[in-house]
C-alpha cells in the first residue's frame, strides 16, 4: 500500500500500480469535500512547506487546502517574499527549511529540475507542483481522476493534446501518465509548437485540429503561454486562433461525448471559444475540484510509514 | 495452526442468522421502534451486518431505515506507526445525523480502539441523539472505556488468538472460526 517512489518528480517515475493507487485513494477523498466539516484528523502534527517560486492560484491553494482538509499545518512562501530575493540559494534555502522539520516539501520553479535538485539535499519527500518547461506531476494525475471518473475506466481511451506541446509541461506529464495508462495521444497545434520526433515515442501528430478530434474521446486544450510569444514561434495570436481555437465549429464532427479539458488559467477566445468553455462538455472547473483530491492523496501516501521523514 | 476449514467453529450460519434478528428486536424494543433510528456500519464487515440488521427491521416493521458506511482509515491512531495504511475507501453517508439514534455496526469488538476512531468520524457528520453499538462477536481485551449495547455472542479469549468473521457478502460462507495468530 505504499508508493514506489518516494518523491513524485515526475510521471515517469510512476508505475501503473502507483497512479492506480494515487486515482483510488483520491476518489475516497471526494467526499470529505462535500461534508460540512470538510477536514479529517489524519496528519494532525504533520508540516507542509509550499514552496512557490513562480506565481499560482489553483496549484498553490489546492496543495494548501489539501493539506489543511487532512489536518497538516501548511506553510506558504512564494519566491518574491522569500530569502531568494536577498540572494540565498536555492539548495540553501531548501536546507534551511528542512531543518525546522518539515514532513513533505511542495515545491514550484521556472527552471526545470529545480525539484529534482532538492530532493538530492533534503530527506522529506517532494513533490514537483511545476518546473519549467518539465512536468507537472499533480496536474496530469488530476486530469486522469477527471477522465476515469466520467470514462469508468482509462485504458484504449484517445487523447488529443492541442496547443504548445514544446513548453507544456502539463502535456509532458499528461503524455507519461497517459501513456502509462494505456491510452493513445495525439498532439495537435502548428509545426513550430510541436517538437520533432515524437513519432518515435508512440505520440501521434496532427496539424489539423478537426480532423484530430473527431475520433477522441478526451480533447485537452493547453494554455497559450503568452508570456512566451516574444520567441516568434507565431507569427500572431490571431493566426493561431484561426486554426487551433476548440469552438463549436471545429467539434461539429468530435463525439457527441467528448470530454473538454484545460489546465487552466484559461486564455478565454484564443484557445477556446467562450461557448465551448461553458458548455456541459467542459470539465474544467471538475478538474479543479478533482485536484485537491489528488493533491490529499498524495499528501496521505507519501507520509506512510517507510516514506515519513526518518527525523 | 490449523487451517482454516479445520479451525474451531464459534457460530455456524444459523447462529449469525439468529444472533442478527435477536439483535433487530432489541434495537426495536430499546428505541421504541424503527422511527428514529439509523444503521452505520463499519467497513468492511460491519457493512454486511448493518445491511442485514437493516433487512431484518424491514421484515419486523416494515420500516426501511437509513443506512450509511464509514471508512475510519483516516481517523486511526495508529497510521504511520509501524503498520501498512489499509486501502482508503469512501464514507458514504447520504443522511443528516441530527435527531437520530445512530446503530454503530462491526462484526468484532476488541480493544475498542476501531469503535472510538468511528465515534470520531461520525461526530464530523453532526450531532446524534445517541450513538449505540452492535457487534456480532464480543471478544474483551478492551483498551478504551467502550461497551457494546447489543452483542450476537461474548467469546472470551486469550490475547493471541484470532477471531475471523466470515460472511456471505465478502466471503461467501457465513461462520465464526477462532484461529492461532498468524504472524
Do not use: W
Amino acid at each position: 500500500m505504499l508508493l514506489s517512489t518516494k518523491n513524485i518528480l515526475s510521471t515517469k517515475e510512476l508505475t501503473k500500480q502507483d497512479i492506480q493507487q494515487i486515482l483510488d485513494t483520491a476518489d475516497s477523498f471526494k467526499e470529505i469535500s462535500t461534508r460540512s466539516i470538510k477536514k479529517v484528523p489524519t496528519l494532525r502534527g504533520k508540516t507542509i512547506i509550499n514552496l512557490f517560486f513562480e506565481p499560482s492560484t489553483r496549484t498553490r491553494t489546492s496543495f494548501e487546502i489539501a493539506g489543511k482538509r487532512l489536518s497538516a499545518d501548511v506553510i506558504n512562501i512564494s519566491g518574491s517574499t522569500s530569502s531568494a530575493v536577498k540572494g540565498e540559494n536555492i539548495i540553501d534555502t531548501a536546507r534551511n527549511l528542512e531543518a525546522m522539520a518539515p514532513d513533505i516539501l511542495v515545491v514550484r520553479h521556472q527552471c526545470s529540475g529545480v525539484p529534482a535538485l532538492l530532493s538530492q539535499f533534503v530527506d522529506s519527500p517532494i513533490i514537483n507542483a511545476g518546473d519549467g518547461a518539465h512536468e507537472h506531476p499533480s496536474q496530469a494525475l488530476l486530469d486522469l481522476l477527471t477522465i476515469r471518473s466520467h470514462r469508468g475506466n482509462l485504458e484504449g481511451l484517445k487523447v488529443a493534446i492541442v496547443g504548445d506541446i514544446t513548453h507544456s509541461r502539463v502535456a509532458r506529464s499528461n503524455i507519461k501518465a497517459m501513456q502509462t495508462m494505456g491510452m493513445k495521444v495525439r498532439v495537435v497545434g502548428p509545426p513550430p509548437l510541436i517538437p520533432v520526433g515524437l513519432e518515435s515515442l508512440g505520440i501521434e501528430v496532427s496539424h489539423n485540429l478537426t480532423t484530430a478530434i473527431e475520433d477522441v474521446d478526451v480533447v485537452m486544450i493547453l494554455r497559450i503561454q503568452l508570456e512566451r510569444q516574444n520567441q516568434g514561434l507565431l507569427s500572431s495570436l490571431r493566426e493561431y486562433s484561426n486554426y487551433f481555437c476548440l469552438t463549436a465549429k471545429a467539434l461539429a464532427k468530435a463525439r457527441d461525448d467528448i470530454l473538454i479539458i484545460h489546465p487552466g488559467p484559461v486564455n478565454r477566445g484564443i484557445e477556446i471559444a467562450l461557448d465551448v468553455m461553458e458548455s456541459p462538455r467542459s470539465l474544467i472547473l471538475n478538474q479543479v475540484t478533482n485536484g485537491v483530491a489528488i493533491r490529499m492523496a498524495l499528501f496521505y501516501l507519501l507520509l506512510g510509514e517507510g516514506n515519513a521523514n526518518p527525523n | 495452526m490449523f487451517p482454516s476449514f479445520m479451525s474451531p467453529i464459534l457460530l455456524n450460519a444459523k447462529d449469525i442468522s439468529r444472533a442478527v434478528s435477536r439483535i433487530s428486536h432489541e434495537i426495536l424494543e430499546r428505541n421504541n421502534g424503527a422511527g428514529n433510528i439509523a444503521l452505520v456500519g463499519i467497513r468492511t464487515r460491519g457493512v454486511a451486518l448493518s445491511q442485514r440488521l437493516k433487512e431484518k427491521i424491514k421484515e419486523i416493521e416494515k420500516v426501511t431505515v437509513d443506512h450509511g458506511i464509514l471508512d475510519i482509515t483516516l481517523y486511526r491512531d495508529d497510521l504511520g506507526a509501524g503498520i501498512q495504511k489499509p486501502e482508503l475507501k469512501k464514507t458514504e453517508i447520504s443522511f443528516a445525523l441530527e435527531n437520530k439514534h445512530i446503530i454503530l455496526c462491526d462484526d468484532v469488538l476488541f480493544t475498542g480502539r476501531t469503535i472510538r476512531a468511528a465515534i470520531d468520524a461520525l461526530m464530523d457528520f453532526g450531532r446524534p441523539s445517541s450513538v449505540q453499538l452492535a457487534v456480532l462477536i464480543d471478544r474483551g481485551h478492551r483498551e478504551l472505556p467502550i461497551r457494546p449495547d447489543y452483542v450476537g455472542k461474548n467469546v472470551p479469549t486469550a490475547k493471541s488468538k484470532r477471531i475471523q468473521v466470515l460472511l456471505k457478502e465478502e466471503d461467501g460462507e457465513d461462520k465464526v472460526i477462532i484461529q492461532e495468530q498468524t504472524n
